[in-house]
């Protein structure tokens, strides 16, 4: 019997990842990008899991978690927290609503798998290595997907800047070309792109902010 598990983020790029990730799984995804649309969505179709940022804009995973811990309906929906992985965690805020575990982005895809099959109680199934060749084209279709945004850095070496709009070009050529059984291994492909992104970004953040604290 198929399962539905709310995305609450406000990625498009984390949503995107996540459901590439849980391709093959037998679970129905809704995605949220506010914590109010998530209670919304929540209060109208109560899912069997939860995946809440802890930063989100309009209601942040702490208080998704802290609304479905206050309905009785809540109390057998497990909520896991999304944090980045420069954000200090509110443990005590965290335990007192009730969250069963933590991700922190940029996670790999074999443990959001894991966690999620845990979670709901699935069968974790066996997972088949794509081939060379296989791998290959993927590696071809990212970098095709992704063009023009491609930023040489050795002669023999170039990075993939991935835009949402690459890797919503890469989701559809791989799962056009692809089978179910390899998605997860170029999804590891993407993350580790998007972690690169994401620290960079978080440093800038940081440094902006080290600089207003000066002045």
Known sequence: MRQTLLIADDSPTIQRVIKLALADENVDIVAAGTGRHAIKEIESNWPALVLADTRMPDGTGYEVAEFIASKSVGKSIPVVLMSGAFETLDEQRAKAAGC???????????????????????????????????????????????????????????EVALTDEAIDRVASRVLEKMSDRVIRETVGEIVARVAERMVHEELDRLKDKLRSDDD
């Open 100 to 158: 069963v575990a933590v991700l922190v982005k940029p996670f790999e895809p074999e443990k959001l798998v894991r966690t999620v099959q845990e979670l709901l109680g699935t069968k974790r199934e066996a997972l088949t290595t794509s081939s060379n060749q296989t791998k290959t084209n993927v590696a071809e279709e990212i970098h095709h997907a992704a063009s023009p945004d491609v930023t040489s850095t050795t002669p023999d070496r170039q």
